[in-house]
């Protein structure tokens, strides 16, 4: 108790902007000097932990976790070796279900497997879940936490696949950060082998799977100084041999059933005692302590929000920001969900606290309250009932981040002055506008509590044209060649190639806990310039930002042709504009339209996160490394763009009023249906968000013909028909998409130069007249 | 509330013997004069409404739900129509994932549809689920509930497979007996099409959906009543229809997700109340009134247990049994489990309750405590947060019947007595003996509580002997011509044909809420002479119990072939020995070795529930409807049967004192293995309910080469070898039972008759001198 003091004391010090927290659950990101890192995500973390101490990998893939399956699957069609000198057997069943059951094979024959899923893969693995844990088998299943198909598919993030799982008797365990998910992952290989208690390790799809981090690796040594090998002997002495033949599998009658299964109840008694002694032993080889409940916040804390996933991140950042304003706040992050430990629990939740907040990432309709309210609820009533604590606290539930919904500090604030009122909503909603039920908490929407010492960028790209790519690489750079910390997260529509991505990069001195979209960012790049036409990019401009486009209009004209939106948001903010013809400089390089190189030289060049010679020295470094096997033509033709990408970004001076007589076009025309002006507009212009609950019907029926609204007019170049070359071969009308309904008929001023399927030109994009 | 009041008084009388119970649980059961009557099970119960209100069934076999698919399947082929005069579509298809996808679309199409399943069957329609409860489609699933397979796999009842299902979004809705579950199965297809909430209706496996008890139909009228025609025209106009196209099934982003998934809210919130109308309705039109909680008991009670499935209806009887008494206890009975209406289940709890007892029939290790308990926590804990409650009562919660392991009333005064205690265990086992975790509460083996006017009989037969079709026509027979009620439970084994099976036969003026095992029994009959040699059959004799066994041996010849333990129990316990050669009966009549009807007829003549002529009466009727279809041969044979049983019916003296020097043989050799002898032994006895949790493995290992003392010897005949016939076909080897190992080795004594493959002679059964 005396520690936790004292590491809360840290949090506190912290908070005040004295120190960087160094305690428990700060650990996880903290990066010790000398310690190897990396910078990748969660799912590569993790893939490369679950790779190392496997046998037998079976695979499906499943959105967001099918790149732990592909890394496990590119690791060994390199012949790359586990801990202990073996390739691993990375096979790919034909689902989710024979995924299941090759693993459970794999483990009752002695080998040590694992597997990678979400949402409804999780849900087809079900019934060998329930066996494999019956059975009592050590193993772990890493899962990137995914929404399960209701009224609609989504490919996005929540925990309703792994709470559908809590009956199933794996251990369930949660991660918030790729550092924590590859230090879990660890940790749960280890602890699945002394418990012999399954774990199903999970962390947030999307938001935790694919956001790209600043990890300290977990190394060899640690792994052997966890991996107990006695455990690991007495897994393979359990597995079915014909030289020592048992059976299992068997079927039983009621006279004998019930017996059997409570034969089993000890190794779940005895689990969070096994888990917490694997984390102690991390943190002896690795200095990074995690617990089953891991506290941070005022020792004398009296509202206090209990929560598990990504999200805590966030309410960690946000509770010591508070703490530093005086007030008596903390968190709870759940780590070990199941089984849940009292005696943990009560260890890491103040004796002070008055009120406590639970919030899930799931919904369970017609449920009195979500999973983990109702296990928070029963453990302060065994508490209370056992005289473990004297009285009840007030404890209040919520719902949030459905389908990866933000999460902002400005929302957690909102909970916690709810969790201060006199009569607090039992039960809420946070994040959403709830017009239909009134669950909804309001939270202020301008509040941010990011600091200064952290730079921000957001980017605007169109899916595949290399903007993320380029981000990533970005990220890596900073990452490691700096000792500081670097945050990438990417939003892609689930459209995929040639929708909106917008990425969002941060790096700063201190470990970055904001598991949420930039707010304020001192740099704006819009890689694609159709954004400036349909969305409000510069909302997220700080005042005297730096903003880049990618432009084919040239530098004396581009401030004339942008809508008048933009110029009154460039001259409000006195933000600095900045163009390039990103496309013309990569065609020039012979790239074709891969503008990712070109348009990360300018990044470095305007934020100045790195001396520019030292980051296009790094540029190089990654170029030879990334295209080298493409032969040396690639590489070439990349650092020629590198070398002539600064030479083309050209400063334009933002004039003191603005001119244009032009407003952005309404993204559909007047004449699209009421419900395409009131719902589907928004979706397009990226404020969906805003959408009330009403908005939507509750059954998931939608209207039909809605995607012609959404055209995505991306192609670079349209097709003009020539008549005197034309020999009906009628091809055109496979690629062309310009006359495609419902087309603007503006007239094209471009010169015709070829038949539409032999040879197109160049559009001149983001000029009004030749706008589609 | 004075309703209630007035209802309970009523349950109260009758606890004291002065009237049948008619209020709401008590309807139940209840029949009413003129009403029409079916004895069945249920399955049959069930499928019979379902198949009314259908037109669309997809199955897929799983036990115990099976039977629901078959009869529909059966009824189809007999083109038998619904209540809308066509026949409905029956079709199975590849598994459960494939009966859910099917029943899925069809909805879609705007059909009325069901399907049935159970344990690992349902966990494969779980993605389905998710998506039908979405879309907030009208549909009704009905599932014999049964065990999910984990250490071992079980094909018998508790609710671990609904329990995993709770997350879908579907209301779950339990039965604790058939009457109940052919009623709740009516309201809730019109529910659902009231609601658009689709429910997960349950019953327990085999306790209910194979029990057979006397049910008042719910006729064409009834069904009519219930469903509202504007209720299913909205159901058709949501269907998928190119004349009015909309879309389902469309994938949504972070923007918009979790908005949609908080507008289905509204439904949720209000399917207690459009229940509880439909619920109203069926009172209406039945007399039988049903409530989202029923409350037995005291009105003044102070100690209560809370529970759903057929349990509740022994501790229904319990608390009746305990009022009478004196004592204030009472029972909640949970129908509708989600969702959880907190303002009926407050309306269902006396407000003098001090204690709970939360009863789960499922485990979910590493839970703080079971689905049932979590959500009747919760809801006190909001119901003292919201003032409705002054304070929260003590609250404990028990696993029981995992499997169908019993459920007695000496268990329900046990729990009940720990509720009474100063410092009840918080978490509890009842039905076993823990001696692992201590979890297990003791209770009284001795207790039992059925009225004197309840008449008991246990039947002890061979699986596929027709021991259990003899039983139902029994059963039958008594419902439907006599205005009693009556009761037939099947204990079969799951290693089925030829394993024993213990039928348990209850008959009585009143509705039967008996679900447990007949612990003191008037009539006690040995179909299969050979468990006389194995279990203590007469365990459950009454003093002057009526004994009949079915043997080959002279009726002058039997009691010296009796081991000493059956003499010493038929001479203390005062009982009447009656025998017949029920094989020699049968086998003359042309019938084989099927007995059912010979040893039907002497139950009759023996159990004097009916005058015997009017039995016999009943028994050729209903061998004219069975047989009708096998031919007029058939037919004549089995009355002849039927003739001729009376007149080989012998009654044994019973001497003073016992004569036997033989004693049972032990059911295992004195040298098999350890584990055989600790384990197997008291399994093949009948006795593994004593069995402790630490007789058995954690993870359902099991040693090898147990089977073999299992060997159950069902052989009529055995081959004798007869070398001057031999051709040496080797058939013999094939069919041979005699010398498997372990052979006993004994000397045969009955002449050798034929070559083993051609002709076999009678052997003479249960005599010492031939058993192997």
Redesign the interface.
Known sequence: MAERFAEDERFAQDAAGRADPAGTAAAAQSVEPGRRCKTFDANEAVARIAYRLSEVIAIYPITPASAMGEHADAWAAEQRTNLWGTVPDVVEMQSEAGAAGAVHGALQAGALATTFTAS?GL??M??DL??I?????AFCLHVAAR??????????GDH?DV??A????L??LASGSAQEAQDLAAISHAATLAA??PILHFFDGFRTSHEITKVELVDDDVLRGLIDPAALRAHRE?ALDPDR?????????????????????????A?PAVLDHAMARFAELTGRRYRPFDYVGHPEAERVIVMMGSGAECAHETALHLIARGERVGVVKVRLF???S?AHFLAALPPTVRSIAVLDR????????EPL???V???L??AV??GERPA?P??IGGRY??????LTPAMVIAVLDELGRAAPR?RF?I????D??G?SLTWDPELDIERDDVSRAVFFGLGSDGTVSANKATIKIIGEHTPGFAQGHFEY??KKSGSTTISYLRFGPRPIRSTYRIRRAQLIAIHDPEALERRDVLAAAMPGATVLVNTPIAPDRVWDTLPREVQDALIARRCRLFVIDGYRVAERAGLGRRINIVMQACFFALSKVLPIAEALHHIRDSVEQTFRRRGAEVVANNLAALDAALAALHEVTVPAVASSERHRLPVVPPTAPDFVQRVTRL?LE????D??????????????GTSKFEKRAIALDIPIWQPELCIQCNFCSMICGACSSPCRSRPRTAPAAACASRSVRPRTRSSPSTRR
């Open positions: 409804q849900l087809l079900l019934p329930f066996k844990a019956g059975e009592l088998t929404t399960v198909a209701t009224h609609a598919l989504s490919i996005f309703s709470m559908a809590r009956t199933t008797g251990a369930l012999r208690i359990r033949p048992v059976i299992r599998g068997t079927s039983q009658n009621p006279d004998a059933f019930f017996q059997a299964r409570e034969a089993a109840e000890p190794f779940y008694a689990f199941r089984p849940f009292l799931t919904k369970e309709p017609g449920s009195l309250g309210l109702l296990d609820t029963q453990a009533v065994e009932a056992s009840l007030r404890i981040g459905l389908s990866s919904k933000e039992r909603t994040g959403i506008r709830d239909v039920s669950s529509d689930s979706l990226g404020r969906g968000d959408l009330p609950v009403s908005a939507f019907p509750p059954d998931g029926t939608w209207p039909t």
